[in-house]
């Protein structure tokens, strides 16, 4: 019932900066938390950073300091703002939504490739 689709993937050298998209629509039942977690090729996907519905955020340590979450309440958007991009963070990055019922949706996910 609820689709998430990301944008703002892509190649960029290291120390480039990416924002990326994430559109929720259809029913949604008030958004508790919407996030971001990326999966490198062969390792499990692991949480990125998550914002509640009241503005807290919670970052995981190798991203601290370099990017940043933000969400548009209004359009169900929330971005992650990426600087000082390094080789280690490529990786496909999925949107994630839980909803006040705790019902958890993924998008399908956006490559992000950075080179060194």
């Known amino acids: 019932q609820v689709q998430l689709v990301e944008s703002g993937g892509g190649l960029v050298q290291a120390g480039s900066s990416l924002r990326l998209s994430c559109v929720a629509s259809g029913r949604i039942f008030n958004i508790r938390t919407m996030g971001w977690y990326r999966q490198a090729p062969g390792k499990r996907r692991d949480l990125v950073a998550t914002i509640t519905n009241g503005g807290s955020t919670n970052y995981a340590d190798s991203v601290k300091g370099r990017f940043t979450i933000s969400r548009d309440n209004a359009k169900n958007t929330v971005y992650l703002q990426m600087n000082s991009l390094k080789p280690e963070d490529t990786a496909v990055y999925y949107c994630?939504?839980?909803?006040?019922?705790?019902?958890?949706?993924w998008g399908q996910g956006t490559q992000v490739t950075v080179s060194s």
């Open positions: 994630n939504l839980v909803d006040r019922f705790t019902y958890e949706y």
